[in-house]
């Protein structure tokens, strides 16, 4: 089957998960800029949020781009992936509310891990669908990227045990590797383009 509906539906409901994510974000009743301080958190965790679900929509596009069919099986492995991405507005909310509690802050980690999991087994369900050689499979090759991301997120929810500040960091850090789209496929799509012209 094509891909189209998969692609309309993840930009719809990546669409829905940022609108609820800003509806969240509630203006103070005073008038001065110091009633902005209590704030903070929601406002940064918010805005941590929403590059990640603007780095998995960015990437997502990517993956796509590469393929031309799905199957069942990439189907659910995509509903798997928008599942844990529906939770970020309720676990970017508990982190601004409880003023980045530890275990506010490792559930957010636990949801971003799931999410990123989730994205690597669409990635393998469409690498089976489509075969080792296809395009897609040739730019992901061992995706130390993702194994990596992976890493820091269990690293981060470790951390936060210690100080919460650290499993932050972990996740800002995965935010700073993914935040460029991934290159890999960019550059095996232009490579493919230029062999067939």
């Known amino acids: 089957m094509g891909k189209g509906r998969l692609e309309a539906f993840s930009d719809g409901v990546l669409a ?12 103070p009743h005073a008038e001065n800029l110091g009633a902005l301080r209590p704030l903070l958190p ?6 941590l949020s929403f590059i990640f679900i603007g780095i998995y929509w960015n990437n997502h596009h990517h993956l796509l781009h590469t393929v031309q069919h799905v199957d069942g099986r990439i189907l659910w492995a995509n509903l798997h992936l928008l599942f844990w991405l529906s ?40 690498i ?6 296809s395009t897609l499979a040739q730019a992901i090759g061992r995706d130390r990227k993702g194994n990596i991301s992976i890493l820091l997120y269990v690293i981060g929810i470790l951390g936060v045990f210690i100080r919460p500040w650290i499993g932050i960091a972990a996740y800002v850090i995965v935010a700073l590797i993914w935040l460029i789209p991934d290159r890999r496929i960019t550059k095996r799509l232009a490579s493919d383009h230029s062999s067939h012209t």
Do not use: C
């Open 16 to 27: 829905v998960i940022i609108t609820i994510m800003v509806l969240d974000l509630k203006a």
């Open 42 to 47: 929601t406002f940064l965790s918010y805005v």
């Open 87 to 126: 939770l970020v507005p309720f676990v970017t909310d508990w982190i601004g509310e409880s003023r980045l509690g530890v275990q506010a802050v490792a559930v957010y980690g636990f949801v971003l891990l799931m999410a990123a999991i989730a994205f690597t087994i669409l990635v393998r369900a469409l």
């Open 128 to 133: 089976a669908h489509h075969g080792k050689n």
